[in-house]
């Protein structure tokens, strides 16, 4: 079953899936301070991430992008 994307992607049919996982992502259900929360410990969880830190590196040193 496809689902309509919420208004801020215009014209776009997404899977339930997909839906499922942007909600999860987006958390759009929480209160403005609770998403606040949400968003500050995504951002603690990914700043000593190895993987992250690689990916950092790597855009600096192919795009000259700063992190």
């Known amino acids: 079953m ?4 919420p208004g801020w992607i ?3 049919r997404i899977g339930e899936a997909t839906l ?3 909600q999860e ?3 759009p259900h929480l209160t403005e301070k ?3 929360e949400f968003m ?3 951002i603690h969880e990914s700043y000593n991430n190895y ?3 690689l990916y950092d590196a790597f855009q600096k ?3 000259g992008i700063p992190y």
């Open 40 to 42: 500050l410990d995504r």
């Open 10 to 12: 215009p014209r776009v």
């Open 25 to 27: 992502r987006f958390q």
């Open 34 to 36: 609770a998403a606040a």
């Open 51 to 53: 993987r992250t830190n």
């Open 2 to 5: 496809q689902a309509t994307a």
């Open 61 to 63: 040193m192919q795009n």
């Open 20 to 22: 499922k996982r942007l």
